[in-house]
């Protein structure tokens, strides 16, 4: 199973910036497609960002032209490029493959947008 860790997060106010990046263990990341997974308290987890190995990608509607999700299968990282944070932009992140494989969850980054 792939291990991953992800990191980055971090309290940023309204139309900030964030950059998060996950580091997988396994050379066998760079044949999977990837994705940005983020979870609010008390809500579903739900994906944010998907990339394949060729490097195509697909987001959802609520961070679409805002974020970007891009991979360094030589590195083996997947990064996510938050621009102009909202505050319903709150919430832990997470990266696996896709679809998701349970056991290869970490423990996520918090990203908090609050002024």
């Known amino acids: 199973q792939v291990q991953l860790v992800e990191s980055g997060g971090g309290l940023v106010q309204p139309g900030g910036s964030l950059r998060l990046s996950c580091v997988g263990s396994d050379s066998i990341f760079s044949d999977r497609t990837m994705a940005w997974y983020r979870q609010a308290p008390g809500k579903q987890r739900l994906r944010v960002a998907t990339?394949?190995?060729?490097?195509?990608?697909t987001y959802s509607e609520s961070v679409k032209g805002r974020f970007t999700i891009s991979r360094d299968n030589a590195k083996i990282t997947v990064d996510l490029q938050m621009n102009s944070l909202k505050p319903e932009d709150t919430a832990v992140y997470y990266c696996?493959?896709?679809?998701?494989?349970?056991?290869?969850w970490g423990q996520g980054t918090q990203v908090t947008v609050s002024s």
């Open positions: 990339i394949t190995s060729r490097g195509e990608t």
């Open positions: 696996n493959v896709y679809p998701p494989h349970a056991p290869s």
